[in-house]
């Protein structure tokens, strides 16, 4: 690991306060063909069930995954707060590992939107043999982790200007895919909101590696420290290789926060 990264990690470890925030796909979980397939690391989730066992540690999982399924793949330890579909369902697994999901729903013309979308986007993956669509509480999602480059880009690019230039739906391009969603949510927004409900008074940290994942970065500060998960483009100060080198670096923090306590 990186002197200048096991050095930051070492600070944020002696905050008496801290939420660890982490996206999945990409981050804790490697990338597969079939999302159904996702799982985290075995070192990740070793390292999770040892931060959430650590005192003054939330931890939080932020995914683009609807928040069952979150729950299902990630199997996060108890206590663990769940943001998915970008921050449009909420919910907490309490101390015994109960779901706690805060009701969420789409109004009439939400629904509507989205029937209209769904079916635009599978207009565009039937005629692209190998693309997919997968369907979210509030958004369609195409898939082209099966196709050729040029072919995946033109599809990705004809949901972009197709249905997801039209109004009240909010479209964001991921790894090889496009999500056309009805409702305007960030994970940026959801860890503003995950950092006021321990009061404010916390360093946060967060590691992710989409461009969805830029939004939550980009609202750290001072204190803060935000991971980037590969070698794409960032507003992270620190940066990790893959997911084998983020379990490191979280395994490295659980051990100090939990050798801390011990003292
Ligand atoms: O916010 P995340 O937790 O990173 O979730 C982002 C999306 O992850 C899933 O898609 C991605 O992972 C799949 C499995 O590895 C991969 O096949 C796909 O190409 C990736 O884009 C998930 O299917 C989406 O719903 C999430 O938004």
Not at 14 to 27: E, I, K, M, N, S
Not at 32 to 47: G, K, T
Not at 140 to 161: I, N
């Amino acid at each position: 690991m990186e002197e200048a990264l096991t050095r930051a990690l070492h600070a944020f470890a002696t905050h008496p306060r801290v939420l660890v925030a982490l996206d999945f796909d990409g981050c804790l979980a490697p990338f597969v063909q079939d999302p159904a397939d996702a799982r985290p690391l075995p070192e990740a989730s070793a390292a999770l069930a040892r931060l959430a066992s650590a005192d003054g540690v939330q931890l939080a999982l932020v995914s683009g995954r609807p928040v069952a399924e979150l729950q299902q793949l990630a199997a996060p330890p108890p206590g663990t707060w769940l943001v998915g579909s970008h921050g449009a369902e909420q919910a907490e697994l309490d101390g015994s590992g109960q779901l706690h999901l805060m009701p969420f729903t789409l109004t009439d013309d939400q629904a509507r939107v989205l029937a209209e979308v769904t079916a635009a986007v599978g207009s565009i993956a039937a005629a692209h043999p190998g693309a997919w669509v997968e369907h979210k509480p509030a958004a369609a999602v195409l898939h082209t982790r099966g196709l050729a480059p040029p072919e995946a880009d033109q599809a990705l690019a004809e949901a972009l200007d197709g249905p997801g230039s039209a109004d009240q739906v909010w479209a964001m391009r991921g790894n090889q895919v496009t999500e056309i969603a009805v409702v305007d949510v960030s994970k940026g927004g959801s860890v503003t909101a995950l950092r006021e409900r321990l009061g404010g008074d916390v360093a946060v940290l967060y590691a992710g590696d989409d461009v969805t994942d830029e939004t939550a970065l980009a609202v750290l500060g001072a204190g803060d420290m935000g991971i980037k998960v590969g070698a794409a483009e960032t507003v992270a100060e620190h940066r990790v290789t893959d997911e084998a080198a983020l379990a490191e670096a979280l395994t490295r923090l659980g051990v100090w926060r939990t050798s801390s306590n011990d003292e």
